[in-house]
């Protein structure tokens, strides 16, 4: 082919375990469609489901792929993927030969393509483009490598490039249990043994993106990065923290404004401590703070361990929460802590019954009496991907389960995590709701941040924390000057309210704060306030 051939890229985005693709990040399977077409002689036009959505129209296009479809779905904050409906009304619009990948490919829509390809739709595409038969199959290493640095200049036509756009950049694909089929939910170990890329492609992608105007970067895609580079072939590998200092080292040196990582196996690091608690130092110190290591423990019933050949046992996965915290819980320069881990629970598996959900809660019960520190607590029902799973989930008992655990344990770490008057760096404005700003940091699983007042969507600011919801926490920008901020939000400060606020706002301009102290008129309030509020002269 050659450049006469037009493919036009359209991003409904994915949101996979292994691949994350809702803005503000763009997936890695992205860049390699737009890799593998470009490898095939022929130019690419991106184009995003929020670009349509604002009215952009189709390009014309000798190739139409499609990418979207979510594994684990969430709440997204100014963006989602693609609806079927959204899906399907988009079909008719396609020029040329159509091709669909990820989970949507499943979907009743995919019938109004040509092919709808499940496991690797940048091999299968680029197949087609060279005059092979279109088929299934996984990309060879070095096909993996190629298009990821072809595809690299594809982020700056993503709405959100070149901030706050975040970039995954993919170690290894597979899963070291894939010879027992790995857990039962997981389509990873259907992959086969991993394939690692080096250190040194790893960071020529990165440097790439980086030359492309990319400042954010996650390393994703792995089942387990204490993992990565390990030669050893077991379920359980020994670790091999000279490869994953090679390649931190490597990324740091980029100097990136958010360097974070993604999932780890608890027992790896159980099972392998030193070697584990090297690899964990590698990684805070590499990184930027507000890193999380998600642990897949999926399940602290040994029942539900057992029939689905899950990853770790409920004592294995407190090994790695302790040694986790041991290393990273030192607040950073973007007022996070280096590096904390995270918890994954599924619901829905063989096995489950009401005792299960007694024995989650205890556990986390635990983690929270031994005074750790964790990041995210990530519960979903399981989705029907790899089988068909016979445990029927109680709606009511699954709704319990999350209360509580939102009741009881969320809203205590988050305030252990951000303790009043913590000033996050660098929140970028999201969304209006009213009167109220929501922001995030940029990285991997912000917390959302409420601002009651509005600011510029778009812009980012330093927030200091006032309190705390179940899954978020409220702030007001700072330096937040007395004397020239509004009044609506004046009266978000806390312990000042309306009557307050409109006494404070007739007493300007104060020219020092015990001018300000005599019109509160409550020293717990007063002192309360003290560090979050600046006077301009």
């Known amino acids: 082919m050659n450049e006469d051939i037009k493919v036009a890229l359209i991003d409904g985005y994915i949101d996979d375990p292994a691949a994350l693709g809702v803005p503000p990040y763009i997936s890695p399977m992205v860049r390699s469609i737009a890799g593998a077409s470009i490898d095939a002689g022929a130019s690419v036009e991106y184009i995003s489901i929020d670009m349509i959505r604002r009215g952009k129209k189709m390009p014309d296009a000798d190739v139409s792929v499609v990418l979207s479809g979510n594994t684990v779905p969430g709440k997204y904050l100014r963006s989602m993927p693609m609806s079927t409906k959204e899906l399907g009304s988009l079909v008719p619009h396609l020029k040329g030969w159509k091709l669909i990948g990820g989970s949507a490919a499943s979907s009743e829509a995919a019938a109004g393509f040509d092919f709808a390809m499940k496991k690797d739709i940048a091999a299968s595409l680029y197949d087609g483009m060279i005059g092979k038969e279109v088929d299934e199959r996984l990309r060879t290493l070095d096909e993996w490598n190629r298009w990821m640095l072809l595809g690299a200049e594809i982020v700056t036509q993503h709405q959100d490039f070149p901030h706050p756009l975040i970039a995954e950049v993919e170690t290894y694909r597979g899963c070291h249990r894939y010879r027992s089929g790995g857990c039962s939910y997981c389509v990873e170990p259907l992959k086969g043994k991993p394939l690692m890329r080096s250190p040194k492609d790893i960071i020529a992608e990165a440097e790439k993106l ?48 958010v360097l974070h990582v993604d999932n780890a196996n608890p027992a790896v690091i159980s099972s392998y401590p030193d070697e584990s608690r090297d690899i ?41 929460v302790r040694i986790i915290n041991e290393i990273g819980s030192e607040r950073g320069p ?56 016979t445990t029927k989930v109680n709606r009511r008992e699954f709704k319990r389960f999350k209360d509580t655990v939102r009741e009881e344990v969320d809203q205590e770490m988050l305030r252990r995590v951000v303790p009043r008057g913590t000033v996050l760096t660098d929140v970028y404005m999201e969304l209006h709701d009213g009167n109220t700003t929501f922001g995030r940091q940029v990285g991997t699983y912000p917390i959302l941040v409420g601002i009651p007042y509005k600011v510029e969507l778009g812009t980012s600011h330093d927030v200091t924390i006032t309190d705390w919801g179940y899954r978020s926490v409220t702030g007001i920008t700072t330096p937040f000057d007395i004397n020239s901020m509004p009044m609506s939000a004046i009266e978000g400060l806390p312990g000042i309210g309306s009557k307050r606020a409109a006494k404070i706002v007739m007493r300007r301009p104060y020219r020092s704060v015990e001018e300000l102290k005599e019109v509160i008129d409550d020293p717990a309030v007063f002192e309360g306030l003290r560090s979050m509020i600046s006077i301009s002269r």
Do not use: H, W
């Not at 999380?292 to 996965?317: H, I, M, T, Y």
């Open 210 to 257: 980086v030359s492309c105007g990319i400042r954010n970067i996650r390393v994703g895609g792995q089942t387990c990065i204490i993992s990565y580079g390990s030669a050893d072939t077991s379920e359980v590998p020994v670790p091999d923290p000279g490869a994953v200092r090679e390649l931190f080292t490597g990324l740091r040196d980029l100097d990136l404004n």
């Open 280 to 320: 964990i130092r590698t990684i805070a110190e590499c990184c930027t703070s507000g890193n999380v290591l998600a642990l897949g423990l999926e399940s602290a019933d040994p029942a539900v361990f057992r029939e689905n050949n899950l990853n770790c046992k409920a004592e294995q996965f407190m090994d790695a």
């Open 334 to 389: 973007t007022g996070l802590p280096k590096l904390l881990p995270g918890v994954n629970l599924i619901c829905g598996l063989d096995g489950e019954t009401e005792r299960t959900y007694e024995l989650d809660i205890e556990l986390l019960r635990e983690v929270l009496g031994a005074g750790f520190l964790v990041r995210r607590i990530n519960i979903r029902q399981v989705m029907q991907l790899r089988k068909d799973f």
